[in-house]
């Protein structure tokens, strides 16, 4: 053992002797763990809100459509509206790095919303024409019911897969929708599938208002021809978002002769780079938080350096007695040692309880508000607290390290002269 029971007993006895020095020294420490894991947690919190709100989809998938081009290229003006068709979905199948293909039409354009009847109730709502890999994109819910599958593109089938946001608007509470029908534009629609969505937010409530039917059907019941819409794309695991999206410009623009350097013309939205910068972005922020909240740390246990030099300063004369009766240097540092450990690792502990309490009492918080705060709870695990508990021991051993080698040199003759 380190120390015996009367060395312990000796230890507190002088950090109970200069109580109002002790506690003011504990406070440093105390505050600088409380600081500490709050930062932690704030961070975890922040990134766990933004990572919610990114949930339910892909990480990897790219969206395209189509604007004005800004130059002329093959004899064609600019200014030119880019249009999709069903050739385009055969030439992207092409491409090695696709994995899910999904083109999308929606009625009166993305976002726009269009009036559902059913049973004598009108919503509007977000009607889509999709592809059954649309749900590799999008990452529904299942709740009853399926989702659209390759026969309802072949046979062109007039069913729908609904949100639950539509079941709440045009249903009675409790009312299976399954087997029901809903009325777009005069064409009638049996639902066969309802959904819901991990997403959070204004995306939540656009995506669960949302009605999906087949592509091909959407194209001929609503008269669009050949035409799409956008594009919903994810590509292979080993093939990377960046990689993947060069590849579905390159084929676009040699379809619709769009300048190779004409960047406006096709408009993209990559989540796996928006995934990439908002990771990068984090281990940035974790880092800072982590470091601030170390350095604050440190400075409490500067403050017990400080503390435990000048309380050797005062124990010169006892320090020369004990080394005139025998002690040896090593026990002098063991007991300079033990004081800084103890008074370190109590006021860390302290902090640390307050720490959890604290984000404990934010995340009550953040689940009462739900998602009007960009936060989820703060996840701070088994190890960021085994990890403090370490961090406490190492600091609380290097707080006494110098103020335990002055006290090692100290000469038993001119420690007993000392007033």
């Given at each position: 053992?380190?120390v015996?029971?009367d060395?312990?007993?000796?230890?507190f006895a002088t950090?109970?002797?200069?109580r109002?020095r002790?506690?003011?020294?504990g406070l440093g420490?105390?505050?600088?763990?409380?600081?500490?894991?709050?930062?932690?947690?704030?961070?975890?919190?922040l990134e766990g809100g933004?990572r919610?709100k990114?949930?339910?989809?892909?990480?990897n998938?790219?969206f395209v459509?189509?604007?004005r081009?800004?130059?002329?290229?093959a004899g064609l003006p600019?200014?030119?509206?880019?249009?999709?068709d069903?050739g385009d979905?055969?030439a992207?199948r092409?491409?090695?790095?696709?994995e899910h293909l999904?083109?999308?039409?929606?009625?009166?354009g993305f976002?726009?919303?269009?009036n559902?009847?059913?049973?004598?109730k009108?919503?509007?709502f977000?009607?889509?024409?999709?592809?059954?890999?649309f749900?590799?994109?999008?990452?529904?819910?299942?709740k009853?019911g399926?989702y659209l599958?390759?026969?309802d593109?072949e046979q062109r089938r007039?069913i729908?897969?609904?949100?639950t946001?539509?079941?709440e608007?045009?249903?009675?509470?409790?009312?299976?929708p399954?087997g029901?029908?809903?009325?777009?534009s005069?064409?009638?629609?049996q639902v066969v599938?309802v959904?819901?969505?991990?997403?959070?937010?204004q995306q939540?409530?656009r995506t669960?208002?949302?009605i999906?039917?087949?592509?091909?059907?959407?194209q001929q019941a609503?008269?669009?021809g050949?035409?799409v819409g956008?594009?919903?794309?994810?590509g292979?695991p080993d093939?990377?978002?960046?990689?993947?999206?060069r590849?579905?410009?390159?084929?676009?623009?040699?379809r619709?002769k769009i300048?190779?350097?004409?960047?406006?013309?096709?408009g993209t939205?990559?989540?796996g780079?928006e995934?990439a910068?908002m990771?990068?972005?984090f281990?940035?922020?974790?880092?800072?938080l982590g470091i601030a909240?170390l350095m604050?740390?440190?400075?409490?246990?500067v403050g017990?350096t400080?503390i435990?030099?000048?309380?050797?300063r005062?124990?010169?004369k006892e320090i020369g007695?004990?080394k005139?009766?025998?002690?040896t240097?090593?026990t002098?540092?063991?007991m300079?040692v033990s004081e800084?450990?103890?008074?370190?690792?109590?006021a860390?502990y302290?902090?640390?309880v307050?720490?959890?309490?604290a984000?404990e009492?934010?995340?009550?918080?953040?689940a009462?508000?739900?998602?009007?705060?960009?936060?989820a709870p703060?996840d701070v695990?088994?190890?960021?607290?085994?990890?403090?508990?370490?961090?406490?021991?190492?600091?609380?051993?290097?707080?006494?390290?110098?103020?335990?080698?002055?006290?090692?040199?100290?000469?038993p003759?001119?420690?007993?002269?000392?007033e």
């Amino acid at each position: 053992m380190m120390v015996d029971l009367d060395d312990w007993q000796e230890v507190f006895a002088t950090l109970r002797k200069n109580r109002l020095r002790t506690w003011l020294t504990g406070l440093g420490v105390f505050l600088g763990v409380l600081i500490l894991m709050i930062m932690v947690g704030f961070g975890s919190a922040l990134e766990g809100g933004i990572r919610k709100k990114m949930a339910g989809f892909a990480a990897n998938a790219v969206f395209v459509w189509g604007q004005r081009t800004t130059m002329p290229y093959a004899g064609l003006p600019p200014n030119r509206q880019v249009t999709y068709d069903n050739g385009d979905v055969d030439a992207l199948r092409r491409l090695p790095g696709i994995e899910h293909l999904a083109p999308r039409n929606q009625l009166r354009g993305f976002m726009g919303g269009f009036n559902v009847k059913y049973q004598g109730k009108t919503g509007a709502f977000s009607v889509a024409g999709d592809y059954p890999a649309f749900q590799h994109v999008n990452l529904p819910q299942m709740k009853a019911g399926r989702y659209l599958n390759d026969l309802d593109l072949e046979q062109r089938r007039k069913i729908a897969v609904i949100g639950t946001g539509v079941v709440e608007q045009l249903y009675a509470p409790g009312k299976d929708p399954i087997g029901t029908y809903l009325e777009i534009s005069g064409v009638y629609f049996q639902v066969v599938g309802v959904f819901g969505t991990r997403q959070t937010g204004q995306q939540a409530d656009r995506t669960l208002n949302t009605i999906h039917v087949p592509f091909t059907t959407f194209q001929q019941a609503f008269n669009y021809g050949d035409r799409v819409g956008w594009f919903a794309i994810t590509g292979k695991p080993d093939v990377s978002a960046a990689e993947l999206e060069r590849e579905i410009r390159a084929t676009l623009a040699q379809r619709h002769k769009i300048a190779p350097d004409d960047e406006m013309a096709i408009g993209t939205f990559n989540t796996g780079k928006e995934f990439a910068k908002m990771t990068k972005l984090f281990v940035v922020i974790n880092a800072v938080l982590g470091i601030a909240g170390l350095m604050t740390l440190a400075a409490g246990v500067v403050g017990v350096t400080n503390i435990m030099l000048i309380s050797v300063r005062e124990r010169t004369k006892e320090i020369g007695v004990r080394k005139a009766l025998g002690a040896t240097p090593l026990t002098i540092v063991r007991m300079i040692v033990s004081e800084a450990l103890v008074l370190t690792v109590i006021a860390g502990y302290l902090g640390l309880v307050a720490g959890i309490a604290a984000l404990e009492g934010f995340a009550a918080v953040i689940a009462r508000a739900g998602d009007s705060l960009p936060f989820a709870p703060p996840d701070v695990g088994l190890g960021v607290a085994v990890g403090a508990a370490s961090v406490l021991v190492v600091f609380g051993a290097l707080a006494g390290v110098i103020p335990a080698y002055h006290a090692a040199k100290i000469q038993p003759v001119e420690a007993l002269r000392t007033e």
